[in-house]
């Protein structure tokens, strides 16, 4: 059952009085709280969108970073290796 079944009046409500004014409030709400979902769903959309586009666009560049990255950590280790054979010698 939705939450807007779930919190409709079972009934045709009254026009007027503290029940009619609370159950067009709770309907206010539930319609703002719809448009916000909605929103949120687009947005979600949009960031999906955009992190593919992202991805497409940075994943080559990002990928070689890493792997220079790489290199440069295997180029430190090798240095290091010589300077302390250099220094057993």
């Known amino acids: ?3 807007e079944r779930a919190l409709a ?3 045709p409500a009254a ?3 503290a029940a009619g004014e609370a159950r067009a409030r709770v309907r206010g709400l539930l ?3 719809m448009r ?3 929103e949120v769903e687009e947005l979600s959309r949009a960031l999906e969108e955009f992190a593919r586009a ?4 940075a994943g080559p560049a990002v990928a070689e970073l890493a792997r220079a990255e790489a290199l440069v950590r295997r180029l430190q280790r090798i240095q290091d290796e010589l300077a302390r054979l250099a ?3």
């Open 31 to 33: 319609d703002e709280v």
């Open 1 to 3: 059952m939705s939450l």
């Open 87 to 89: 220094a057993e010698l």
């Open 54 to 57: 992202y991805e497409r666009e």
């Open 15 to 17: 026009p007027g009085g």
């Open 36 to 38: 916000l979902d909605a």
């Open 9 to 11: 009046p079972p009934g």
